[in-house]
């Protein structure tokens, strides 16, 4: 059984132009002690399934529908105090985007720590000592807890932020882009510290970045997403090796590296309005297969391609939403 | 005034006739913490001695708090240098003031900023955002629109008539940071400082916006400082590299010459840090330097690397290491070397 799976995930926002289709059925499975790194474009909705996953979600949801199993149970629809008593933190914990520069100025790193904890009835000293027991695995000083947020560098800070996270042993932990307003030494040093902590903490990840090459430093498998749909899931080795979506396929080739040679190019065109999405496949008007191939015309932009599956190199299933492989 | 050459024989990586020369440039902030109390100095650019000649690209690369912002920005002069010289076109600009930098030098050099979601107005329109450049530098009115119109359609913002009535809120970060790029170059500059033009964009934009820049290059032959963290988008762009350390210059050489083979083991930590896609990298830790920069006010001792280097030895607690060639064309401050 896998630990979380996701089926035909919508999540819509209400906006004063109209229905934001911010998530439109996306669906997969994650096993447990696997990394899924879920890859986008600013607006394709991949914060967006973080926040769908953890219930988090702002006021002006429409609609939440569709199916989220974790260790085989519904979630989605469960009631919410039942979810936050059970599931919100103690199973599933998230470290938000940019959450490190959302911590409280005027208060100890320790009391904001701790302060969840003692809501639910842990006594003071105990929640204390749980801090710095996670600050410590974190490769923070215990005393850490005295200090303000103001005396720390953002590195302490995006430490502090996945301390308070693992504190209370989830199985899962989302990590909303993690290290994106961090320097390149400073992020190698978290990604370090994130490898260390899932072998020894046994987690299972789901990594949200915009970066291909820094996925590749965590992930087990990635979900590439646009415009609110899942375009292509697979292993690593499948999707750095053989990437299947034309989207894929551009990203990959606007990587810089360093390492390597290769002749840069660039997906023209900007990201889809998620009110009004085009017809059929989303990606379409940007596509040079459908640029190029008059035989996909009346295909691509009228009806939206499914996920097909592909012949995986390794275990995990390799699917793509695109008609070139029905 | 007379054109002055500098003799900078003791800094051999800087050629004295290009069009930016700075020689032992420094710029210390002064910080007083009371009113009677001795300022502080923050050493945020300390002995700093470069060039970039006309048509070519220096990168400047370092962490955040190596002064590589503030180089960019007294370079060009937003900020006064404390001490060292800066020549411009074989003219000394260190020290003149604002009035005389104002009838020549400003024309002539130009920024991009980081972040195009704080760097353009967001009460303008597009059309004044990059007019206004042209009306404080006397454009004549007649002139004006067409120049804009040129500027939108060189940073492919197309129709241009769509973009001049819009305002910064209606364009994609990709969009602004080509209007803040077209404002930059709308005056023909010869000199453009880019400060992490591409680092606040998603990744899939970049190419486009380091592209766009090139062009820009290869047609008015404009000399670039490529400020940013991440070499790998450097690489694309620039000619020379320069790594900066707590204000002070590692190493120095041309682009491909030093991240092949990166002599200071500060550059080797820059690099290792840098991921290419490949999923083997999940397999292994990084080796890079633990902790963070110093504090510029009171950094350490002897090379300001040591307390974060695998190499560090007694001397480098001691003595601060001077430049040495250690290939041709290549410098390192490092005592490993000496």
Not at chain 2, 103 to 125: G, K, M
Not at chain 2, 129 to 138: D, T, V
Request: with cysteine; charged share 25%; aromatic share 8%.
């Amino acid at each position: 059984m896998a630990l979380l799976d996701v089926r035909n995930l919508r999540l819509y926002y209400q906006t004063t132009k109209g229905i934001l289709k911010a998530l439109d059925g996306v669906s997969f499975e994650l096993e447990e002690g696997e990394t899924l790194a879920v890859v986008g474009e600013t607006g394709s909705g991949k914060s967006t399934l973080a926040k769908a996953i953890t219930r988090v979600w702002e006021r002006n949801v429409s609609l939440v529908d569709g199916e989220v199993y974790f260790e085989g149970e519904e979630v989605l629809h469960m009631p919410e105090d039942r979810f936050r008593r059970e599931i919100r933190w103690r199973k599933i914990a998230m470290v938000p985007q940019a959450s490190m520069n959302a911590l409280n100025p005027v208060i100890t790193i320790g009391e904001q720590m701790i302060e969840p904890l003692v809501l639910s009835g842990v006594p003071k000293g105990e929640a204390l000592r749980l801090a710095q027991d996670s600050l410590e695995s974190v490769g923070l000083p215990r005393d850490v807890v005295a200090r303000y947020p103001h005396q720390l560098s953002g590195g302490m800070k995006q430490r502090v932020v996945i301390a308070m996270a693992v504190m209370t042993r989830p199985k899962l932990l989302i990590l909303d882009e993690p290290t994106s307003a961090l320097d390149v030494m400073t992020q190698a040093n978290i990604m370090n510290l994130l490898k260390e902590l899932k072998a020894r903490l046994k987690l299972t990840y789901i990594f949200i970045t915009h970066d291909l090459a820094l996925a590749s430093e965590l992930a087990d498998s990635v979900a590439v997403m646009y415009a609110g749909k899942l375009a292509e899931i697979g292993s690593s080795e499948d999707m750095y090796g053989a990437p299947a979506h034309p989207y894929t396929q551009g990203l990959m080739a606007s990587m810089p590296t360093l390492r390597t040679d290769k002749q840069l190019a660039y997906i023209p065109g900007e990201v889809p309005s998620l009110i009004d999405p085009p017809r059929g496949c989303r990606f379409h008007p940007r596509c040079p297969y459908f640029a190029k191939d008059k035989a996909l015309k009346g295909l691509c932009d009228d009806m939206e391609p499914p996920a097909f599956e592909l012949k995986p190199w390794t275990g995990r299933r390799h699917l793509a939403a695109c008609w070139l492989y029905k | 005034m007379a054109a002055k050459m500098l003799d900078v024989s003791d800094a051999p990586w800087v050629r004295a006739d290009s069009l930016v020369v700075a020689h032992r440039l420094r710029l210390w902030y002064s910080v007083k913490k009371g009113i009677f109390s001795k300022p502080i100095y923050v050493k945020a650019v300390d002995g700093v001695s470069l060039s970039v000649a006309r048509g070519e690209t220096l990168a400047v690369v370092g962490e955040s708090g190596s002064g590589k912002t503030t180089l960019g920005r007294t370079l060009i002069r937003l900020l006064r240098p404390t001490g060292g010289d800066l020549i411009f076109d074989g003219r000394d600009v260190a020290s003149s003031d604002e009035s005389e930098l104002r009838r020549w030098f400003r024309r002539r050099v130009s920024i991009v900023f980081q972040d195009p979601y704080s760097s353009l107005h967001p009460y303008h329109s597009i059309g004044f955002i990059l007019e206004e450049p042209l009306i404080i530098h006397g454009v004549p009115k007649g002139e004006r629109m067409e120049r804009v119109y040129k500027a939108l359609e060189e940073v492919k913002l197309t129709p241009p008539e769509d973009f001049v009535n819009k305002y910064p809120h209606m364009l994609s970060g990709g969009q602004r940071q080509r209007v803040a790029i077209a404002r930059a170059t709308i005056l023909n500059p010869d000199f453009i400082v880019a400060d992490e033009p591409v680092s606040m964009l998603d990744v899939s934009v970049r190419v486009e916006i380091l592209t766009l820049l090139k062009e820009v290059q290869k047609r008015y032959n404009v000399a670039f400082l490529y400020i940013t963290h991440d070499i790998s988008t450097a690489k694309y762009f620039s000619d020379n590299i320069a790594i900066m350390y707590a204000g002070k210059l590692v190493e120095y050489g041309p682009f491909r010459s030093v991240v092949k083979e990166p002599a200071h083991p500060y550059t080797q930590a820059l690099i290792e840090a840098i991921p290419d896609p490949d999923p083997k990298n999940r397999l292994r830790p990084r080796k890079v330097a633990p902790g963070e920069p110093p504090n510029l006010a009171n950094p350490p001792s002897g090379c300001r690397f040591h307390p974060r280097c695998p190499f560090a030895m007694d001397k480098c607690r001691k003595e601060e290491p001077p430049m040495v060639e250690v290939r041709p064309g290549v410098y390192t401050a490092c005592w490993l070397y000496k």
